[in-house]
């Protein structure tokens, strides 16, 4: 495909949420919010990976932190409107993944 005819808004969007572990973050959020250490838990994902993630997710409002003033701070990440928005995209690409890739088999 010439890249001249494709739409720079889809060409962003796609770069975006097919960057390495960027859709299994989103994934992970539609549960609710979450602290860092349970999605890290949740992803085999290094932390320095993950902090970059989420700051390059709220650049773009996808991702909102939220740092309660309790002692020790907690900190939350939880999904904008705009990453909710991602939900049925999400969602299908789970439901077309169950009917059309073969699990992975452990070695």
Known sequence: MDQ????????????LISKRWTGLIIFQLL???QRFSAVQSA?????????????????EGIVDRHVYPEI?????YSLTEKGRALEPIIREIVVWSQDWIEPMTQA
């Open 4 to 15: 001249s005819n494709l739409c720079p808004r889809f060409q962003k969007g796609m770069e």
């Open 72 to 76: 020790p701070v907690r900190i939350e």
């Open 31 to 33: 549960s609710g919010p």
């Open 43 to 59: 992803l085999p994902i290094s932390g320095r990976l993950l902090s970059e993630r989420f700051k390059e997710l709220e650049n």
